[in-house]
């Protein structure tokens, strides 16, 4: 049974940093388009960071140049690198996940399998 399950969520003042890491059973990451998403309250859930099968990364403008996406295929781990945080990123943020091929390096697909989130505060 395919499963991804998100850690290292937690409470941070803001201009602090989180890394977020995803552990991905009964699937390859490196065969799929892989995203964060995060969801606040309030507000529509928003995709922020992908990267494709071949290691292409895209980024919401909201936290380009803040976030970086990354993925160790060896560990079959996908990790999100916050630094700079805001309170206007306090969310909770899910991994998610889509079989692709290997020109699909916008991975805008419709994303298959998800985590069940974990929680990030960022305070003032």
């Known amino acids: 049974q395919v499963q991804l399950v998100e850690s290292g969520g937690g409470s941070v003042q803001s201009g602090g940093s989180l890394r977020l890491s995803c552990a991905a059973s009964?699937?390859?990451?490196?065969?799929?388009?892989t995203a964060w998403f995060r969801h606040a309250p309030g507000k529509e859930r928003e995709k922020i960071a992908t990267i494709s099968s071949g290691g292409f990364t895209r980024y919401s403008d909201s936290v380009k140049g803040r976030f970086t996406i990354s993925r160790d295929n060896a560990k079959n781990k996908l990790y999100l690198q916050m630094n700079s945080l805001k309170p206007e990123d306090t969310a909770m943020y899910y991994c998610?996940?889509?079989?692709?091929?290997?020109?699909?390096?916008?991975?805008?697909?419709?994303?298959?399998?998800w985590g069940q989130g974990t929680q990030v505060t960022v305070s003032s």
């Open positions: 998610a996940a889509y079989l692709t091929y290997s020109g699909d390096i916008d991975c805008g697909g419709n994303y298959y399998y």
């Open positions: 009964e699937l390859t990451i490196a065969r799929y388009c």
